[in-house]
């Protein structure tokens, strides 16, 4: 009876505690973690950098900058821009802009609601891998779509990810859900990179 009593009080007691605690923290507890984000959690968001994300040393994310945005990429050691959206003036006005900063710059489009070829996504790793032109932020409109699918074969090349894990992440970030042709992408890139992989393994 007497120990019954104690626990009961206990669990009062760590439950008036839980209660006590401030909303931010009790809603950390349960915050869901969003694949790819730093595990430090120590990101910082940049007005004129929307939907920015470091994925590697080598790589940065994230939606058209804006008035600044190109500045403060230059200011954070980044070399190089990939621009994924339409070769229009706005691109070009881009592009001098971040030649004025002393920045390369690629404007390499990918089809808005299209599936992207895989020849473009090799074009746009290629140039990500140069050496030269690293670090690299690569951008689209909002940092979903275009530049998810890119992320998403970015990922399961360089990381050894899943389709499934590659497109988790590309969702968490704002892939459409209408966006079928690069979702289809994404999963049939995986696929036939894994049968590359198995085929090296077993020719060894």
């Not at 070399?79 to 229009?88: G, M, V």
């Amino acid at each position: 009876m007497f120990r019954r009593a104690r626990a009961a009080a206990f669990v009062l007691a760590l439950a008036a505690v839980f209660a006590s605690a401030p909303a931010g923290a009790q809603e950390a507890a349960h915050a869901p973690v969003r694949e790819g984000r730093e595990a430090s959690g120590a990101e910082e968001a940049y007005a004129e950098l929307p939907n920015f994300h470091r994925v590697n040393a080598h790589l940065y994310r994230g939606g058209q900058p804006q008035a600044g945005g190109l500045a403060k990429l230059a200011s954070m050691g980044v070399k190089t821009i990939l621009n994924l959206r339409d070769d229009d003036s706005r691109a070009v006005e881009e592009g001098r802009e971040a030649a004025a900063l002393g920045l390369r710059y690629f404007n390499i489009p990918i089809s808005r609601a299209g599936r992207p070829s895989r020849e473009r996504i090799e074009e746009l790793m290629a140039l990500v891998d140069a050496p030269e032109n690293q670090p690299v932020f690569v951008h689209c409109k909002r940092g979903a779509d275009r530049t998810g699918a890119f992320v998403a074969a970015y990922r399961i090349t360089h990381d050894g990810w899943t389709g499934e894990r590659a497109l988790a992440e590309a969702e968490s970030f704002g892939m459409g859900f209408w966006q079928h042709g690069k979702r289809d992408f994404i999963n049939d890139f995986y696929r036939d990179h894994a049968a590359k992989q198995a085929e090296s393994h077993s020719s060894h």
